[in-house]
């Protein structure tokens, strides 16, 4: 595999903070890597550099020559008076991009539903992130530098393009890097990982569940090794302070051997450790609804949802995006009144809610991190100790040269801590949290979900981030079409609902046949399907028809493999890196295998008119 990208003692610092000291590494042919680390600690900055978009302030980069490289940031560089079609495919002709399949299939999926001549500057902040994402999926790139891939997208759209990323380069070809703190999605698209921290990066194979496993042993035996050193540390110090006389008598070397352990002791890290905080008391009755709807004008978006809600209960909402969840949170706890039905809430409920929008620290922008501490009690007893608000904000990861600064100033991770911890000090016994994971790291994500998990009151999250969905949550709710669903095989089977929802509606949905050269896509409507099918002869309708039945036994067969696949790559030993590949290769050909099979599925369903 040959080297893309190779950088050679690159160093680079902000004011006051070094994020790369030093560092050289190289991009080869074949690499997916996803890149984690802290907020702050210079993800975002190391994509900068390898896209040439920012220039380092030492050392050296080189490209292989003729390479192209396509970046997607954190924000876009659209112009608002810049047309949908413009932004994702520039000045290629409609008839070049229309005639390839694989563009308009990532057209369709990311702004199906966007107006194609529309105004960047008229769309919402989520339709524009999908079109810049459209933008570098549409492209052909040798390095496919991303940040933040999943911000903005919904759990389908988010299992499509871990699909797509896999299935762009041919093994061994091209390269991927990403930043994203979507654990799942690091685990089904990389196959090797970079964390960056404290200047250095740290490169580990596998994907996150193998990063964490080999950070964990890591760290294991980085505190051996510490423990031992100041086992000699206390020797040497003990030593030293035999008294006056004695260490005028002691070999220079064993004092300088002292001194240079002591240098060498490092800082105490923040403790970002939340213990259980205390809660309100529950009575039996939480929330009830019954035959709840709700309206905006004309559109339903909640439809006779009837819901009973207990104490304790650990409920996660999935939905695409608006599909009405944060309306059914907003009318869950009153804050909404329903169009049709009742909500009947609990005498004893106090609610703790986090928005996506954290507006109650946008009413106080203006306002520094101390003075908002200011209006909580001054003392809170955690594990029988008593703690100020001060020191419950630093088990988030904040340190005490934050507390002066303004809100406004806060990054979006930290303002989505702060807000998390206010609501944990108003001493809510249900938690109702609505994406409480965007900004955050996967270390800061990781003690969010320590904390939920010993949450003693009731909890209902809505979040896209599957693994945080899956670890703090007992059951899963599914909105689909304004319905509220039950889903005991969790997000997996809220997929197979939405794939089996949109199959059916693209079937039911009929369409005329175009001619032109220049559409961008063909179907037939079910008029046309019933003229097709009557001009077959029974001769061919039968052999049509073994075929279809014979599809339909095979789909059935292989329906549960990719699962099983799965399993026995969780099973497969995380330190063997080509078993993990080869494992990985079954699944890529089993699911490429049902999708070719329901592909011919559904054109000898059209045939048949079945």
Known sequence: MGILIGCERVSHEWPGKPVLVEQSFGVNEGDRIGIVGRNGDGKSTLLRVLSGELVPDG???????????????????????ETV?????????????????????????LVGDVPWNARIGELSGGQRRRCDLARVLVGSWDVLLMDEPTNHLDLSAITWLAEHLKRRFQPGMGALLLVTHDR?????VCLSMWEVHDGIIDPFEGGYSAYIQQRVER????????????????????????GAKARTSKPRFRVEAARALIAND????????????AVSRLGKQVIEMKDVSVRYGDQEVLSGISWLIGPGDRYGILGENGAGKSTLLKTMTGKLLPSAGYVKIGKSVKFGFMSQQLESLGERDEWRVSELLGTFKRRYVVDGKEQSPEQLLERMGFERRDFPTFIKSLSGGQRRRLALMCVLMSEPNVLVLDEPGNDLDTDMLAVMEDLLDTWPGTLLLVSHDRYLMERVTDDQFALLDGHLRHVPGGVDEYLDLLKQQNTQAALENSVKVSSSTEASRTQLSFDNVEKVSSRLTNAE????????????????????????????LSQTDASDYQALLAKQAEIDAMEAEIADLETE??????????
């Open 59 to 81: 050392g050296t980069i080189t490209y292989r020559g003729g390479i192209t490289v396509g970046t997607l940031g954190q924000d876009d560089h659209f112009s608002d008076d």
């Open 85 to 109: 079609a413009h932004a994702v495919v520039g000045d290629v002709p409609e008839y070049v991009w229309a005639s390839d399949a694989a563009t308009r299939a990532i057209i369709e999926r």
């Open 184 to 188: 799942w999605f690091l685990d089904e």
């Open 219 to 242: 760290e294991r035996q980085q505190a051996v090794i510490e423990e031992r050193r100041q086992n000699t540390l206390r020797k040497e110090l003990n030593w030293l302070a035999h």
């Open 266 to 277: 490092p800082p105490l890290r923040n403790s970002i450790e939340l213990k259980r905080m």
């Open 541 to 568: 309708r039968r052999e049509l028809k073994k075929r279809f039945d014979a599809i339909t036994r095979k789909l059935d067969k292989l329906s549960d493999e990719p699962d099983r696949l799965r399993t026995e």
């Open 601 to 610: 599925w559904l054109e000898l369903s059209e045939r048949l008119g079945e």
